[in-house]
């Protein structure tokens, strides 16, 4: 019994080390804003149970989470030396797994996206492809340059959102505002991870932005990103927009955006800039869920 509960254990501990390898908790963040982008934003004409039952949208947010999942495993892999330096803690957990295990899971969730993809169109294939691919350069190459790996890395995140655009088809202006600000922020996030992750680049020879450029240019920059994000907040609190109640969520967001400033440039250790991090955080999961004040009755009215 006691041996059996033992193995019971090492399961459970493989497991949740899976799921924080994988950032389980960003990918469900992700599928929940995949569908409500749609509903909301870029489908707004179609009826929810249109939405929910379109069994290519359900392949394309699947095939999405592989891929992403994919993309967190072989970050973990290339960066497992320089996570022990950041994440000791997090980096034991993630160590439940070997390394062979993380290349194998990997390329199944590979592979399993592709079969996805196909079913939907040969083009959702090749767009799989080109993203799994980026994924593996950006984790391999790309991240340990200043600016060419913060800017991959932005557009990497919203990339999932870019596929289900493409499949409803919509240019409409309102998509690109939403997608401006949510770039913006995972752009300050990143800037802020690379201030967090300082020590960990400088040992392992990441040139990052704050490597090569120090943390006061860093902090500029994330400044003025700061000020840019008020142009997509401006934009779509104006009446040329229909965002309904979601104007809540743009001045809670600019308030909290001024909060994290603040603190940014009285920061200069590590747990200070995990708690920025966190913040930013929050605001992007806050802003996933505020996509529902965008109309409140539109679930009631678009189900059938």
Do not use: C
Request: no cysteine.
């Amino acid at each position: 019994m006691g041996i059996l509960s033992r193995k019971n254990k090492l399961v459970l501990l493989k497991l949740a080390s899976l799921f924080s390898v994988v950032r389980g908790y960003n990918i469900l963040i992700i599928f929940i804003a995949q569908y409500l982008a749609s509903i909301y934003i870029l489908a707004p004409e179609r009826t929810v149970s249109e939405i929910l039952f379109d069994v290519n949208l359900f392949v394309i947010v699947i095939a999405s989470t592989f891929a992403i999942a994919s993309g967190y495993l072989i970050n973990n892999f290339y960066d497992t030396e320089k996570d022990l330096i950041n994440r000791p803690q997090k980096t034991l957990l993630d160590n439940y797994i070997s390394q062979k295990t993380k290349l194998a899971i990997y390329f199944t969730l590979n592979f399993l996206t592709v079969i996805l993809a196909s079913y939907v169109s040969f083009k959702t294939v090749i767009f799989f492809s080109i993203f799994i691919f980026l994924l593996w350069f950006y984790s391999h190459k790309l991240k340990k340059y200043p600016f060419i790996g913060t800017l991959t890395a932005s557009i990497l995140a919203i990339t999932p959102f870019f596929v289900v655009f493409v499949y409803y088809q919509n240019f409409d202006m309102a998509v690109f505002v939403h997608a401006t600000f949510l770039f913006l922020i995972i752009s300050i996030r990143e800037l802020t991870k690379d201030l967090e992750n300082l020590k960990g680049d400088l040992t392992q020879d990441y040139r990052t932005i704050p490597v090569v450029y120090g943390i006061k240019f860093s902090k500029t920059l994330i400044s003025i990103l700061v000020a840019l994000t008020l142009v997509p907040t401006l934009i779509l609190m104006s009446n040329q927009f229909e965002i309904g109640q979601m104007h809540y969520y743009f001045v809670l967001s600019f308030i909290l955006m001024i909060i994290f400033l603040f603190f940014l440039w009285k920061s200069s250790s590590k747990l200070q800039y995990t708690l920025l991090h966190n913040l930013l955080k929050l605001i992007i999961v806050i802003g996933v869920f505020s996509i529902l004040l965008i109309d409140i009755d539109v679930v009631l009215n678009r189900v059938l």
